[in-house]
């Protein structure tokens, strides 16, 4: 059962997703139903002020001694550094080890790995962050596109609003769905989103290595409602189909119909932004051909339905 929470704080933590644990566990909701949590907000020392990203400062009530009986240890996103106070993650470990669960907001997975706490281990973070921590923690088994990762005693979420999916899960399974959703409805948000965070991800333009084939590729991206095959753009680009194949790779990193699928998505979605044309003309524009091809294409790449994605991003 899900009694104690300690959220732990460090210097320039981030106060959104530090908000988000407290919105969860912090406030009392036993007139809906929700069991009371003891929540516990602490510092490497009782009394000492943390500071906070946006130049403020906050005093934890409690110390690292408030981690040795909680049953969920949260880790809020913060200023991803070098080195992590060793005393943090040696409270960490040690809370792991006699069976806390664990939960890290955005960055907060980063402290999970300064501990050794991520290898082997499936787990998540912010989209922007998630090559760096690859790289820090080559065994941790990162998955890059999903709003949060259960593995057991370990729960990692991606970036901010992802906590809240992320914390909700937590109670839901800990504590039953009538809890989660009764928390959900007083936070006026979904008990459960769709999706992974694919859908938050900027998605330029491939750059090219070299410019041999930026004309072709502009063509390409000015003519996305013609069917093209890898021999029309051989002819167009004067080479030869093994030819063009293999300077696509050098230059794209990939061939030319999965180049041509992310860019018709990419043109996609900005039409599901900006326009109110339906699926089937969006279909249409973008080379799919029909509102069946664009779904498969769009899902598979995005993580989501084209109409799903318009309700969350529509700006009309």
């Known amino acids: ?154 729960i990692t979420s991606a970036g901010t609003a992802a906590g809240i999916d992320a914390c909700l899960h937590l109670v839901r399974r800990e504590l039953g769905t009538a809890a989660a959703t009764a928390i959900a409805r007083r936070m006026v948000v979904p008990p459960q989103r769709d999706g992974g965070q694919r859908q938050y991800v900027t998605a330029p333009i491939p750059e090219c290595e070299a410019d041999s084939l930026e004309p072709l590729l502009s063509w390409m991206l000015e003519t996305l409602d013609t069917e093209h095959t890898v021999a029309s753009l051989a002819r167009k680009a004067q080479l030869s189909t093994r030819t063009l194949a293999r300077r696509f790779a050098a230059e794209t990193g990939t061939t030319p119909q999965r180049w041509l699928a992310t860019q018709r998505v990419s043109h996609a979605r900005r039409l599901l932004e900006e326009t109110g044309w339906g699926v089937d003309e969006i279909a249409r524009v973008c080379g799919f051909g029909s509102a069946a091809l664009l779904r498969h294409h769009f899902r598979r790449a995005v993580g989501v339905t084209p109409m799903d994605y318009r309700r969350t991003f529509a700006q009309c």
């Open 1 to 154: 059962m899900l009694k104690t929470v300690a959220v732990m704080l460090i210097d320039d933590s981030a106060p959104f997703e530090f908000g988000v644990v407290c919105e969860v566990f912090g406030i009392d909701r036993t007139e809906d139903g929700v069991p009371p949590f003891d929540f516990r907000v602490c510092g490497e020392r009782a009394g000492e002020p943390v500071r906070l990203s946006i130049g403020a400062q906050i005093v934890p009530e409690y110390g690292l001694e408030a981690l040795e009986d909680a049953d969920l240890v949260a880790l809020p996103a913060a200023f991803i550094r070098e080195e992590y106070p060793q005393a943090v993650l040696d409270a960490v470990v040690a809370a792991h080890a006699r069976g806390a669960v664990l939960l890290s907001v955005c960055s907060g997975a980063f402290v999970l790995g300064a501990a050794g706490l991520l290898d082997g281990r499936r787990c998540t973070t912010h989209w922007r962050h998630t090559d760096q921590l690859a790289k820090r923690h080559p065994e941790a088994v990162l998955d890059p596109d999903v709003l949060f990762v259960d593995d057991g005693e370990i």
